[in-house]
T-cell receptor, first 116, second 113 residues
Framework: AQSVTQPDIHITVSEGASLELRCNYSYGATPYLFWYVQSPGQGLQLLLKYFSGDTLVQGIKGFEAEFKRSQSSFNLRKPSVHWSDAAEYFCAVGAHYGGSQGNLIFGKGTKLSVKP | DSGVTQTPKHLITATGQRVTLRCSPRSGDLSVYWYQQSLDQGLQFLIHYYNGEERAKGNILERFSAQQFPDLHSELNLSSLELGDSALYFC????????????FGQGTRLTVV
């Protein structure tokens, strides 16, 4: 069965430090992978996506992610974290249900806190 | 602003009651997805509609149902509500059923008391 694992429930980094959020997936075919961010009381905003091609993808707000098929990983990175990045981050994989693709399977999320 | 509108934003109701959550997708999007976010289950896919037809079901209870209307808005109906149904319900839309980008609404927070 398809699944997504985000091993870190909560991460705290200092402002200006680099960030890496881990994501591992289990999927039988070539996955479609996404990172979403959710600020408190807000909906989910897409940071970046991987469908095919270059395994290093750039997203909004200075985020990037690298798809590593051999490790079944899609880790999210940012070189310098800003206080406004404090939020919850969700990794997701595109699933296949009954012939219709498009719905997503989400990880449990990683809550990011930023220290001044 | 994602362009996906969900109403109401908050809903408080009693056990045993029935509620309807509404979603208006982005202009031009034919696919609507419903998700439930709870502390214990995380984000779970409930159901997918495309151009008025049900395309896929996920972990949706039999007490829950949905439909998509000719104008493409969708409604999620939750009946015989239980305390455990308290959650944030998200609607997302995309242009078509392929794995293109899905845009999420702000969600409806349902509290069952």
């Amino acid at each position: 069965a398809q699944s997504v694992t985000q091993p870190d429930i909560h991460i705290t980094v200092s402002e200006g430090a680099s960030l890496e959020l881990r994501c591992n997936y289990s999927y039988g075919a070539t996955p479609y992978l996404f990172w979403y961010v959710q600020s408190p009381g807000q909906g989910l905003q897409l940071l970046l996506k991987y469908f095919s091609g270059d395994t290093l993808v750039q997203g909004i707000k200075g985020f990037e992610a690298e798809f590593k098929r051999s490790q079944s990983s899609f880790n999210l990175r940012k070189p310098s974290v800003h206080w406004s990045d404090a939020a919850e981050y969700f990794c997701a994989v595109g699933a296949h249900y009954g012939g219709s693709q498009g719905n997503l399977i989400f990880g449990k999320g990683t809550k990011l806190s930023v220290k001044p | 602003d994602s362009g996906v509108t969900q109403t109401p934003k908050h809903l408080i109701t009693a056990t045993g009651q029935r509620v309807t959550l509404r979603c208006s997708p982005r202009s031009g999007d034919l696919s609507v997805y419903w998700y439930q976010q709870s502390l214990d289950q995380g984000l779970q896919f409930l159901i997918h509609y495309y151009n008025g037809e049900e395309r896929a079901k996920g972990n949706i209870l039999e007490r829950f149902s949905a439909q998509q209307f000719p104008d493409l808005h969708s409604e999620l109906n939750l009946s015989s509500l239980e305390l455990g149904d308290s959650a944030l319900y998200f609607c997302a839309s995309s242009e078509h059923p392929g794995n293109t980008e899905a845009f999420f609404g702000q969600g409806t927070r349902l509290t069952v008391v």
